[in-house]
T-cell receptor
Framework: NAGVTQTPKFRVLKTGQSMTLLCAQD?????MYWYRQDPGMGLRLIHY???????AKGEVPDGYNVSRLKKQNFLLGLESAAPSQTSVYFC???????????FGDGTRLSIL | GDSVTQMEGPVTLSEEAFLTINCTYT??????LFWYVQYPGEGLQLLLK?????DKGSNKGFEATYRKETTSFHLEKGSVQVSDSAVYFCALKTNAGKSTFGDGTTLTVKP
């Protein structure tokens, strides 16, 4: 039972490079989320999706784009990486409504 | 907008001590409330939840009660163990699916 799987687990980028983080869930959940976690700042919501083909901005969306072409996948893109985007990124999914979220193990991203 | 405020940490306790981590929230409507726990190098795991006023969530000796009148959801445990050392997050989630987390409280339990 895989749950929520994030790919890759670690990545180092140079400023200006682009990359895509992949999140896959096998629980048939409607909702999916991308967060970043920085020391002393908890989890901040970047973007989220309430269903296939839909996306919405969270608290800190600037510099990121997302897509939810398939229900089980939620992609987070960085078009031109900046050092301020160095962080640990977590994906989560949940059933519809007010049910709890299930989290992946995170992607540690460093931008030099 | 919605917000969650947790007591600032870090918190250091001796084994078998009583734990309280305060959490208050502001939200429109009637959100569900959660406590998540994060161990080093891992993602967050659900610890307990409450979906309406006066509900008590409990798990592994931890408890929290949804208090609408004080907009609070404080986490308590009567006797902590070394294995409880982790970061604890309070969170709310609305029926529309949007979720807001507190900044987290680091708990260290010493033998």
């Amino acid at each position: 039972n895989a749950g929520v799987t994030q790919t890759p687990k670690f990545r180092v980028l140079k400023t200006g490079q682009s990359m895509t983080l992949l999140c896959a869930q096998d629980m048939n959940h409607e909702y999916m989320y991308w967060y970043r976690q920085d020391p002393g700042m908890g989890l901040r919501l970047i973007h989220y999706s309430v269903g296939e083909g839909t996306t919405a901005k969270g608290e800190v969306p600037d510099g990121y784009n997302v897509s939810r072409l398939k229900k089980q996948n939620f992609l987070l893109g960085l078009e031109s990486a900046a050092p301020s985007q160095t962080s640990v990124y977590f994906c989560a999914s949940s059933p519809w409504g007010n049910q709890p979220q299930h989290f992946g193990d995170g992607t540690r991203l460093s931008i030099l | 907008g919605d917000s969650v405020t947790q007591m600032e940490g870090p918190v250091t306790l001796s084994e078998e001590a009583f734990l309280t981590i305060n959490c208050t929230y502001t939200a429109t409507g009637y959100p569900s409330l959660f406590w998540y726990v994060q161990y080093p190098g891992e993602g967050l795991q659900l610890l307990l939840k409450a979906t309406k006023a006066d509900d008590k969530g409990s798990n592994k000796g931890f408890e929290a009660t949804y208090r609408k009148e004080t907009t609070s959801f404080h986490l308590e445990k009567g006797s902590v163990q070394v294995s409880d050392s982790a970061v604890y997050f309070c969170a709310l989630k609305t029926n529309a699916g949007k979720s807001t987390f507190g900044d987290g409280t680091t708990l260290t339990v010493k033998p």
